[in-house]
Structure formats: C-alpha cells, structure tokens
C-alpha cells in the first residue's frame, strides 16, 4: 500500500505529503493519530490493516492533522485545543463529535498504554503521547527536526519553551521519538537543541531567512531545527 510504513507488528504509519499519522492496534480496539490533510482514504487504509474498530486522537488541529477528521466519530483532544478545531473545522465535522483528552489520562490498549503529556505553544492545546514501557514519545508537530510552525493564531513561543522543559524532564523515559514530520524516529538528545533554539530566536541570536513558500513569518534555523516566526512590529 502506497504511503504506508509497517513499524513492528500493531504499529503502522501512514505518510502524506510531509505529514504523517500513526496507527496503534491494540487488543480489542486500535488507535489512529492524526488524520493528515485528508488526501489518503486512512479510513479505508486502516481498515486493510486491522479488523477491531479504530478510535481519533489529534495530537493537535492544525489542517495537516484533521484532513481526514470527518471519518471518525467521536474525536478526542485535549480541551485547550477544542477552540483552535472550531476554527478550522472540517467539512463534515461536528463539535459535537468531540471528546476530551485530559493531562494525564492513560489511553489504554492493552498492548499500548499511552500517557497524555499536554504540551502548549505549538497550539494551546497540543499534546504528546508517552508509551512508559515501550519507551517512545508520539511529539506531534513541537518536537522535529523540520521547521516548527511558531506564527499566526494560537502559538506562544514562551508556552513552547515551558512545554519542551517539561519534557526534558522525563526524557529518561523515552528512547525513540516519533514526530508528525521531518525525519524519524528520533532521540531525546535533540530536545535541549530545539529549546536553545527557540531562546536564540528570541535574543536576535537566528538569521532571519525567507520561508520555503509564501508566509507572513521569517525562516530562523538552529542547529537541530527550524522556525517559522514572525517578530511583532
């Protein structure tokens, strides 16, 4: 199948055009995170992969990640990110069909048990997911070696900086780092570098670059990652 990447046995990945959602199957019900920008059937595709019925968390609901949204009912996120979704809603999508993912609460596979780290900056409601056992992190778009979306609507770069110290902090529990997009998997290693990033950001310390496409920001890269920012004038 066209886009699709087995990782071990009950772990797939589904890629799409620089951005990529994951599948977890577990003992009686599989999980989908992330449903990309909606160019793939990843309804149809998990389908072919696993028989038990396949549940929506969004890591968080910037377009990339919600494309496919309007295949799952419910869909799960934390609060905090409910009014970012409204407004940017997918045709075919309810509020109604939302359900809430708290700080802390144990997603329960049987073979998977995910933690939900909430991770502001990135969004207000951004959230990682940690599996303690299997040692990996699920980092959504605030861990990457690609360039970090930190403009527009929603994001905070000192939110960010708080929620990848947060992160530092229980980076001996993980050992593989699984992000939406850039290159995978990754190590807890390059977290200190994208938080160190963002500070010489904000002391003038990054040359400013053009983006790779048309945006209202500025391109800055460190050593491990970019950042797509727009100082206030």
Known sequence: MDNLVKISDHFWIFEENGV????????????????????????????????????????????????????FKPVYMHPSEMDHYKNALPAGCHMEDVRPLWEGDIIDLGLWKFEVILTPGHTPGSIMLLEREKRMLISGD??????????????????????????????????????????????ADIIPGILQGAQDLLEGKLVAQEPPYPMPCKRYVCDVAGFLYQFDS
Not at 32 to 40: A, E, M
Not at 43 to 50: D, G, I, N, W
Not at 152 to 170: H, P, T, Y
Request: a negative charge; proline letters at 4%; glycine letters at 10%.
């Open 20 to 71: 990529r959602s994951f599948l977890f199957e577990g003992d009686t019900k599989a999980m989908l995170i992330d449903t990309g920008f909606g160019t793939l059937p990843i309804r149809e595709m998990a389908a072919e992969l696993t028989d038990l019925p396949v549940f929506l968390v969004n890591t968080h609901t910037d377009r990339d990640h919600i494309g496919g949204n309007k295949d």
């Open 142 to 187: 605030s861990i990457q070696d690609g360039n970090i979306y930190m403009f527009g609507a929603g994001r905070n770069i000192q939110a960010f900086q708080e929620s990848l110290k947060k992160v530092i902090a229980i980076a001996e529990a993980v050992d593989t780092i699984w992000p939406s997009h850039g290159s995978y998997p990754l190590t």
